[in-house]
């Protein structure tokens, strides 16, 4: 079993910054492919952004590429995800998740195994 736990949301004016945090803990909790995800209310989950096990390959979707970046800190156990220019658009409640594998569909939510509670991002326009 893994477990997760965002921490960093909160209200922020457009074209501010913030960094999410997700902090894993559980079996071989450091080498689990990491992703994040959003939803918005009345949508469904979308994805925002993806990483390999050590880092070296990361993934985005174009709505946030350039703006976001998603890193890790294996020794740590803790995933980030940093927005910046941030747009009223990217209120939502984030999400981190875990996955066995990179597969073909670490786009979408059934790509992953583990998910965190969420955090709440606010943007005022």
């Known amino acids: 079993q893994v477990q997760l736990v965002e921490s960093g949301g909160g209200l922020v004016q457009t074209g501010g910054s913030l960094r999410l945090s997700c902090a894993a803990s559980g079996r071989t909790s450091s080498t689990y492919p990491m992703g994040w995800f959003r939803q918005a209310p009345g949508k469904e989950r979308e994805f925002v952004a993806a990483?390999?096990?050590?880092?070296?390959?990361?993934y985005y979707a174009d709505s946030v590429k350039g703006r976001f970046t998603i890193s890790r800190d294996n020794a740590k156990r803790t995933v980030y995800l940093q927005m910046n220019s941030l747009k009223f658009e990217d209120t939502a409640v984030y999400y981190c998740a875990a996955a066995y594998s990179l597969g073909a569909d670490y786009r979408e939510t059934t790509g992953y195994e583990y998910w965190g509670q969420g955090t709440q991002v606010t943007v005022s326009s």
């Open positions: 990483l390999n096990w050590s880092g070296s390959n990361t």
